[in-house]
């Protein structure tokens, strides 16, 4: 692993949501938008989905994260900080690869809600029809 005190940064997405992610070895303090992870985040899965690349690679408390997070909900900027930290965790040390492409979390949810058409109610949704 790459010992070095400076940061490193990545960004993950999902949906219309937008993760910076800055990453240095540390105690495991965690930084969201200048506000503590518990008090951002505060229903248990979302922060047990945002930790898995760190438990993926048994990294839980040796680095310190910084996140600058915007767009979408609560569950998108969960996804894509997950997606940010795993990006992050790639360039502290390339070896971690192989785990974190075998659990999907280097892979882009590429997801997105589905655009309102003109001349109907909802992007699927149509006005019912008469032919009379």
């Known amino acids: 692993m790459a010992k070095s005190t400076t940061q490193l ?3 993950g997405r ?3 949501a937008s993760a910076h ?3 240095q070895p540390g105690t495991g303090i965690t930084l969201i938008n200048k506000r503590a992870f518990t008090e951002y985040f505060p229903i ?3 922060r047990m989905y945002i930790e898995q690349p760190l438990k993926a690679i048994d990294a839980i408390g040796k680095f310190d994260l910084t996140v600058s997070v915007t767009g ?3 569950n998108g900027q969960a996804g894509a900080m997950r997606h940010g930290i795993a990006r992050a965790l790639l360039l502290v040390d390339p070896n971690y690869r192989g785990a974190l492409k075998k659990a999907g979390f280097l892979t ?3 997801r997105m809600k ?3 058409k003109p001349g109907q109610p909802g992007a699927r949704k149509r006005f019912q029809f008469s032919k009379r």
Request: glycine letters at 14%; charged letters at 40%; hydrophobic letters at 20%.
């Open 21 to 23: 992610v800055r990453i």
């Open 108 to 110: 882009r949810d590429s």
């Open 72 to 74: 979408g909900g609560p």
């Open 44 to 46: 248990e899965t979302q």
């Open 114 to 116: 589905e655009r309102l």
């Open 9 to 11: 940064g990545a960004t």
């Open 14 to 16: 999902r949906k219309t």
